[in-house]
């Protein structure tokens, strides 16, 4: 099994960012959506059943803010600067400043930008510091991405790739970028998800391209005339019918994929857990940087 490392060299790491795992942080309004909803007399399966944003939700891990952060859109550290093309970030309630140099929109070509000129007084993106530096073995890499569903009103974050297992020195990798929404100056609330890192395998890949006669379409619409090889498709598992008062609409409650089977649910490729033993980066349960984090938890 892979394992990421996510190093650190400040003993205020845990304080202001932590890594957690994608699975054990939904939104809000995610977490209390019902599988299915009657709209007109029918009932329809929602969002919530869906199994590419379950999935998506619940692939490799969020660095969430520990702490509220006020960022600063339009002025610079000195709360009397009025000078519209800076921004701050600085840790709420102390000043302490978080924030790293910007990306002036004069490195974007001008041609990238969230809000029209004359709506937003920044137009260029603000950086924070990651205080974790991720390591993944050879040949992975690791996706840099916008929290996906959490709908932040205030900023996106900008996507990239970062090839983990090479730029890993220091903070080499340690940078999130991100491009305000809002001409005002906001408050990041604590446990706001910033960025989630997924990791994955470099491989080289071929692509067939087939046209196949329509007649196959058919065909494949039923277990019992297709030439394919494998489970139902979920165009069958929409048409069966419910076989008693007890599964009585279960196919369209969650999804006939999940009942028959065929979704595998990707949270338990995830696991947070110390690196094993033989990892030089392994750190026993009695080791400072857990106790820390064993305090921080019972706060």
């Given amino acids: 099994m892979p394992t990421i490392e996510f190093n650190t060299y400040n003993e205020e790491t845990l304080r202001d960012f932590k890594p957690v795992l994608a ?3 939904s939104p809000e309004w995610w977490k209390n959506m019902k ?8 009932i ?10 379950d999935d998506w939700l619940k692939t490799g891990w969020y660095l969430c803010a520990n702490r509220d952060m006020i960022v600063k859109n339009g002025h610079g550290v000195d709360d009397n600067d009025d000078d519209s093309i800076k921004m701050s970030t600085h840790e709420f309630g102390t000043g302490h400043e978080m ?3 910007a990306h002036p929109a004069a490195q974007m070509g001008h041609a990238f930008q969230y809000l029209h000129d004359d709506e937003a007084p920044v137009r260029g993106a603000f950086k924070m510091r990651n ?4 390591t993944t073995p050879p040949g992975y890499s690791c996706l840099y991405l916008d929290p996906f569903l959490f709908q932040n009103k205030f900023f996106a974050t900008w996507q990239g790739i970062i090839d983990t297992d090479k730029f890993n020195a220091n903070y080499d990798n340690a940078q999130i970028i991100f491009y305000p929404r809002v001409g005002h100056s906001f408050v990041i609330p604590k446990g706001t998800p910033l960025c989630q890192i997924v990791p994955y395998k470099r491989e080289e890949w071929h692509a067939t391209y087939l046209a196949y006669p329509s007649n196959d379409w058919i065909k494949n619409r039923s277990e019992y005339t297709t030439n394919r090889v494998g489970t139902k498709t979920m165009d069958e598992f929409a048409r069966d019918p419910a076989t008693s008062d007890e599964t009585r609409g279960q196919e369209m409650a ?3 994929y999940r ?3 065929m979704h595998a649910n990707k949270g338990p490729l995830y696991k947070q857990e110390n690196p094993p033993p033989e990892c030089p980066y392994h750190v026993s349960e009695d080791s400072p940087e857990i106790q820390l984090e064993l305090d921080l938890e019972n706060d």
């Fill in 254 to 256: 969650v999804g006939g």
């Fill in 35 to 42: 599988f299915s909803e009657y709209n007109r007399g029918v």
């Fill in 131 to 134: 205080p974790w530096n991720i």
């Fill in 23 to 25: 699975k054990s942080v």
């Fill in 44 to 53: 329809q399966t929602t969002i919530r059943a869906c199994p590419s944003m």
């Fill in 259 to 261: 009942v028959g089977g």
């Fill in 99 to 101: 924030a790293s140099p």
